[in-house]
């Protein structure tokens, strides 16, 4: 792919991944990843590095958005930096593993775990409408630190990071709003390491990092006012469509790549 070329997809891209992620937590890896690995046929791995790359430098001004639109109060509950600590763990495990595979292998793990994100996100979505992701089954703060390791090493593999961070803040009692907020810079660290660890394995495409960074920049600003516009329950319906989109769409790339 040219260089203009991968700089136009990844404009286009990061503009519905900013939207989808920054006003919904529905997760820029995982919109970025349906477009540029389902549908243009790109490697997922060099898809996950430059979405982290474009998400790290474009995040800040995010939540400068978020802040100013009221959706941050500095009263959070939910213990979101103990949350994105456990997340940025597990996601070097699951980078360094997803580095060492071939292609095509790569491609089957990214549509399996596409599939099990959306079917996390129906059973998220059925479970809130019975009695509220602040009433969950056991303990509170174990369920909602397995999701954070879950979202950690999704992060590193496909995307969803943001939906089941958003989940496991409303396990611990944050407020819908503040938790969709938060869910991006608590992936501020996560995305440094992934960079680089994507970066010195040979994936990281700079044109398409750019594109993907002033495509979530244009859209930053648009997405904190809508956030709340939307009903909390649609948040996992929209996650686990884009999960199938991307799952199909990988795997007949797979199944054609001999």
Do not use: C
Request: hydrophobic share 60%; charged share 10%; no cysteine.
């Amino acid at each position: 792919m040219g260089g203009l070329e991968a700089l136009a997809l990844g404009l286009a891209a990061g503009v519905a991944a900013g939207l989808l992620d920054y006003a919904y937590a529905a997760g820029f890896g995982l919109a970025a990843g349906v477009i540029l690995a389902g549908l243009a046929g790109l490697d997922p791995r060099s898809v996950v590095a430059a979405s982290a790359l474009a998400e790290a430098l474009s995040i800040p001004l995010a939540y400068a958005a978020h802040l100013r639109e009221g959706n941050i109060t500095g009263s959070t509950q939910g213990r979101p930096w103990l949350l994105a600590a456990a997340a940025t763990a597990s996601s070097l495990g699951a980078g360094l593993a997803f580095t060492r595979l071939e292609p095509r292998g790569a491609s089957l793990l990214y549509a399996a775990l596409l599939a099990g994100l959306a079917a996390a996100a129906l059973a998220y979505a059925a479970s809130e409408g019975r009695r509220g992701p602040r009433d969950p089954p056991g303990h509170p703060a174990l369920a909602a630190s397995a999701l954070a390791l879950a979202a950690g090493a999704y992060k590193a593999l496909v995307g969803g990071y943001g939906f089941l961070m958003v989940w496991a803040q409303r396990i611990l009692g944050a407020k819908p709003r503040e938790a969709v907020a938060l869910a991006a810079p608590m992936k501020l660290p996560l995305l440094a390491l992934l960079a680089g660890l994507y970066w010195a394995g040979g994936y990281m495409d700079l044109e398409l990092a750019v594109g993907l960074l002033v495509g979530g920049l244009l859209a930053a600003a648009p997405a904190a006012r809508l956030l709340g516009r939307t009903p909390e329950r649609g948040i996992p319906l929209l996650v686990a469509a884009l999960a199938v989109a991307g799952a199909v769409a990988r795997l007949a790339w797979a199944l054609a790549t001999k």
